[in-house]
């Protein structure tokens, strides 16, 4: 279950409890209120009653003795209310008021039907007063003559008061708030549980990464939006380890690259200096053997020379500030400028050199000078895996490339294709998927001469050339089996 889910059900179960809790609670104090209001408004109706009786028996007396003369006593009448704080009206059994203590509010007749009740006090417009009406008899006959109606102030009755509602409140809100406090924990032990230890689960993994420690395998046993973010952590993890990883081990070759270089140096500077200090001390004897000297320091400082051109380029690939200038011109006069020293250079080598039978003359974008290196770091991979007397063919034609389908029709791709094939050894299985790689240097199965020292060069030649290539928007390919020989294929666009 993720965050966001279980946040929504715990806030539903919360809405739910308290709104269960406050049905509950309506529900007992509408029940209890029913039960109870009439048993309440009987007791309270017969005490206020009682009560009244009590408070207005010196008066009714006194009203039965002298009922057939009220206007004679009615000053008694009057001082006997103020005494009782009540005030009394005093009316016959046909509604007409006989006598009326609240001179404030004078009446002459009431209606008998809406206003005489016996069997319970109705309550006046004022709710701090209580109306009660008796009947007035005579005593000789002991028939009704009049009905005296009483209005008690409220202050002056004991009457229960209802504290049921007020109970059932005060125990809802106590339940209410104990309810929501245990719901409030719960919620905080299920954050503690599923939000805060896993961050910082997560806090102390990130100080560890931090420290350089990446073995460390973060590991969280639940789903949800925290699963997910523990499996990507991981995942930074081991891409954080991966990238350390190829660091350390690109600064080793690195490392060995420079020290590589700088022996391939020593040979070809070593045998320079031993032929110029042998002219010098004139071993030569005559100019063939001084011209054989020369052609042999020559050929030494070619191989200082490329052996400097892959660590001046290695150097600038890696400041990002390798520079290949585009510039439009035909294929043919780039081409033939560039392999006529390759067919002597190769040739020179005991080996068989096989130009192309003719070069499309394309127009295209080019940096000459960065496409004679590919072509040369090609040639010079062909020489490393070949033996005098196998062949080095060089073919340059043009293609159409079907891309895939676009809208309904097929895309062309107009391109110049160079191959450099040979006949030599071949790529060993194990090499060929990182034949690519910077400072990757293949392995050999070519047998060598006694005394002979084979180089296998720094590893950088390919790794340039395919850098180089995309840089003119073409791609690099090969095909070797074991052997048969390898062919080189590079593309670049024709415009």
């Given at each position: 279950?993720?965050?966001?889910?279980?946040?929504?059900?715990?806030?539903?179960?919360?809405?739910?409890?308290?709104?269960?809790?406050?049905?509950?609670?309506l529900y007992l104090l509408i029940e209890r209120s029913n039960r109870n209001h009439s048993l309440l408004e009987n007791k309270s109706a017969s005490s206020a009653m009682n009560q009244a009786r009590l408070l207005a028996s010196?008066?009714?007396?006194?009203?039965?003795?002298?009922?057939?003369?009220?206007?004679?006593?009615?000053?008694?009448?009057?001082?006997?209310?103020?005494?009782?704080?009540?005030?009394?009206?005093?009316?016959?059994?046909?509604?007409?008021?006989?006598?009326?203590?609240?001179?404030?509010?004078?009446?002459?007749?009431?209606?008998?039907?809406?206003?005489?009740?016996?069997?319970?006090?109705?309550?006046?417009?004022?709710?701090?007063?209580?109306?009660?009406?008796f009947p007035v008899t005579d005593m000789a006959s002991g028939q009704q003559v009049a009905n005296a109606i009483f209005t008690v102030p409220e202050?002056?009755?004991?009457?229960?008061?209802?504290?049921?509602?007020?109970?059932?409140?005060?125990?809802?809100?106590?339940?209410?708030?104990?309810?929501?406090?245990m719901l409030v924990i719960l919620f905080r032990r299920k954050m503690q549980q599923e939000m805060i230890t896993p961050v910082q689960q997560l806090k102390r993994h990130a100080e560890v990464i931090l420290?350089?420690?990446?073995?460390?395998?973060?590991?969280?046993?639940?789903?949800?939006?925290?699963?997910?973010?523990?499996?990507?952590?991981?995942?930074?993890?081991?891409?954080?380890?991966?990238?350390?990883?190829?660091?350390?081990?690109?600064?080793?070759?690195?490392?060995?690259?420079?020290?590589?270089?700088?022996?391939?140096?020593k040979t070809p500077l070593a045998t320079?200096?031993?032929?110029?200090?042998?002219?010098?001390?004139?071993?030569?004897?005559?100019?063939?053997?001084?011209?054989?000297y020369i052609q042999v320091m020559h050929a030494q400082s070619d191989k200082m020379t490329a052996l400097i051109d892959d660590l001046f380029v290695h150097a600038i690939r890696e400041l990002g500030q390798i520079t290949v200038r585009l510039t439009e011109q035909y294929s043919r006069p780039l081409f033939t400028q560039i392999l006529t020293p390759?067919?002597?250079?190769?040739?020179?080598?005991?080996?068989?050199?096989?130009?192309?039978?003719?070069?499309?003359?394309?127009?295209?974008?080019?940096d000459a000078a960065r496409i004679e290196q590919v072509v040369m770091n090609l040639?010079?991979?062909?020489?490393?895996h070949t033996s005098a007397g196998d062949r080095i063919s060089i073919h340059i034609e043009q293609i159409i490339e079907l891309g895939p389908e676009y809208s309904g029709m097929q895309k062309n791709s107009n391109m110049l294709r160079i191959a450099v094939a040979d006949t030599g050894e071949g790529i060993l299985p194990k090499d060929i998927p990182f034949i690519f790689e910077r400072y990757y240097q293949g392995q050999s199965d070519k047998p060598h001469t006694l005394g002979e020292k084979r180089s296998n060069g720094s590893g950088l030649g390919l790794s340039i050339c395919k850098t180089i290539v995309e840089a003119h928007n073409g791609n690099i390919s090969f095909h070797s089996s074991k052997n048969q020989g390898t062919t080189f294929y590079f593309t670049i666009p024709v415009h």
């Open positions: 279950m993720n965050m966001k889910q279980w946040m929504n059900k715990w806030v539903i179960t919360l809405l739910v409890s308290v709104l269960i809790l406050s049905g509950c609670g010196e008066t009714m007396t006194y009203l039965e003795q002298h009922h057939y003369s009220i206007e004679e006593h009615s000053d008694q009448l009057q001082r006997m209310c103020s005494e009782q704080n009540l005030n009394l009206l005093l009316v016959d059994l046909k509604g007409n008021v006989i006598f009326n203590s609240d001179s404030e509010h004078p009446q002459s007749v009431i209606d008998i039907k809406t206003t005489i009740y016996y069997d319970h006090y109705p309550t006046t417009n004022n709710s701090s007063e209580l109306k009660f009406v202050k002056f009755l004991n009457i229960p008061k209802d504290s049921t509602t007020t109970y059932i409140f005060t125990m809802a809100i106590i339940i209410s708030i104990l309810i929501v406090f420290k350089g420690d990446y073995e460390q395998r973060v590991e969280y046993v639940h789903g949800g939006e925290m699963g997910e973010l523990y499996s990507m952590f991981d995942q930074m993890r081991m891409e954080i380890m991966d990238l350390n990883q190829r660091r350390d081990a690109g600064e080793k070759a690195h490392k060995e690259l420079i020290s590589n270089i700088s022996h391939d140096l320079i200096r031993a032929y110029i200090e042998a002219v010098r001390d004139g071993v030569c004897p005559d100019m063939d053997t001084l011209m054989e390759i067919g002597h250079f190769v040739a020179t080598r005991g080996v068989i050199y096989e130009g192309p039978d003719e070069v499309p003359d394309v127009l295209i974008k080019a040639v010079t991979n062909a020489l490393k």
